[in-house]
């Protein structure tokens, strides 16, 4: 069974809450900055999953640090790097797809 772009996008946007308190075409809501806030629309999905992304890496990254010095734990690293890992490929794989959308876009006539 595969899974298309649209309903992974659906789900990881369902996990994080997103889409229950946009405004009407999916633009988010503005907070008293007038930015958008993170978790509301594409927007504010893609920019917390770049810092949840940061996050695992420094997290990964202190791990690593902790275990040269000899405080840490192996397991504690490789689960860190892992996390990381997992991460920075949904990164990946949300900007490969939004620049695909991107080109399809731009093919079209108009």
């Known amino acids: 069974m595969s899974i298309g772009a649209l309903d992974a996008m659906t789900a990881y946007g369902r996990a994080l ?3 229950a308190d946009t405004a009407p075409g999916g633009l988010g809501k503005t ?3 007038g930015k958008t806030q ?3 629309g594409f927007g504010g999905m893609v920019e917390q999953l770049v810092s949840d992304a940061a996050g695992a890496l420094r997290t990964a990254e202190t791990a690593s640090a902790r275990q040269v010095a000899g405080k840490g734990d192996l397991i504690d690293v490789v689960t860190a790097m892992g996390a990381a890992e997992t991460a920075l490929d949904t990164v990946v794989a949300v900007r490969d797809r939004m ?12």
């Open 17 to 19: 809450g997103v889409g």
């Open 31 to 33: 907070g008293a900055t």
């Open 38 to 40: 993170p978790g509301d």
């Open 99 to 110: 620049v695909s959308a991107y080109t399809d876009i731009m093919r079209l006539q108009i």
